[in-house]
Nanobody, 123 residues
Framework: VQLQASGGGLVQAGGSLRLSCAAS????????MGWFRQAPGKERVIEAA????????DYADSVKGRFTISRDNAKNTVYLRMNSLKPEDTAVYYC?????????????????WGRGTLVTVSS
């Protein structure tokens, strides 16, 4: 499975962005998906995850109420809508696929990774 993330950029605090991650080379609807972020000098951590069907989602406490993960299995794409962005959201964002129906919360639980897209939030 190949994953291509896009949609990052520079935005002012309080603004919004929508990240997209297009998958190819596998049966997308068989995979749970996650969005992770990695700030400079820090570990990669999960921000949001979604089950294979989109029926259940999970969020890190830091983004609950601000970020929304969704997927379109017909388009082989997962999205991350980010609202009310803060400077501390600045990071490289990665999408990841897990060869299970249900999502995980750690890096080691995901099998395929995209290259990442940089989000910079200015104050």
């Amino acid at each position: 499975v190949q994953l291509q993330a896009s949609g990052g950029g520079l935005v002012q605090a309080g603004g919004s962005l929508r990240l997209s991650c297009a998958a190819s080379g596998g049966t997308f609807s068989n995979y749970a998906m996650g969005w992770f972020r990695q700030a400079p000098g820090k570990e990669r951590v999960i921000e949001a995850a979604i089950t294979y069907s989109g029926g259940s989602t999970d969020y890190a406490d830091s983004v609950k109420g601000r970020f929304t993960i969704s997927r379109d299995n017909a388009k082989n794409t997962v999205y991350l809508r980010m609202n009310s962005l803060k400077p501390e959201d600045t990071a490289v964002y990665y999408c990841a696929a897990r060869r299970r129906f249900y999502s995980g919360t750690s890096v080691s639980e995901y099998d395929y990774w995209g290259r990442g897209t940089l989000v910079t939030v200015s104050s």
